[in-house]
């Protein structure tokens, strides 16, 4: 099993910025991808952020050039730093680990973020 415990989040302002951070336990072996997934009341959760060991990353649209993300593979930590926050980027946010071979998914418990106008 994989346990995922996130940090991060909370209040700010439009234009603001946060980091959320997600820390990694457990049965980590092989090969894993982790990211982030967000969830907007009313809305289905979406895919906002993925990297894979020391790859740039990849991005939803709606986010590039605002978010990095990154990743600490000794601390098997992942971080989104989010800058020039949008009332739209509220939601939960949840850290998700994939195994590569297994595809097997595992998420955290979700942070909120609320970003105010």
């Known amino acids: 099993q994989v346990q995922l415990v996130e940090s991060g989040g909370g209040l700010v302002q439009a234009g603001g910025s946060l980091r959320l951070s997600c820390t990694a336990s457990g049965s980590i072996v092989g090969l894993f991808r982790m990211g982030w997934y967000r969830q907007a009341p009313g809305k289905q959760r979406e895919w906002v952020a993925s990297i894979f060991r020391g790859n740039s990353g990849n991005y939803v649209d709606s986010v590039k050039g605002r978010f990095t993300i990154s990743i600490d593979n000794v601390a098997n930590t992942v971080h989104l730093e989010m800058n020039s926050l949008k009332p739209e980027d509220t939601g939960v946010y949840y850290c998700?680990?994939?195994?590569?071979?297994?595809?097997?998914?595992?998420w955290g418990q979700g942070t909120q973020v609320t970003v105010s106008s």
């Open positions: 998700n680990l994939q195994k590569l071979v297994s595809k097997l998914d595992y």
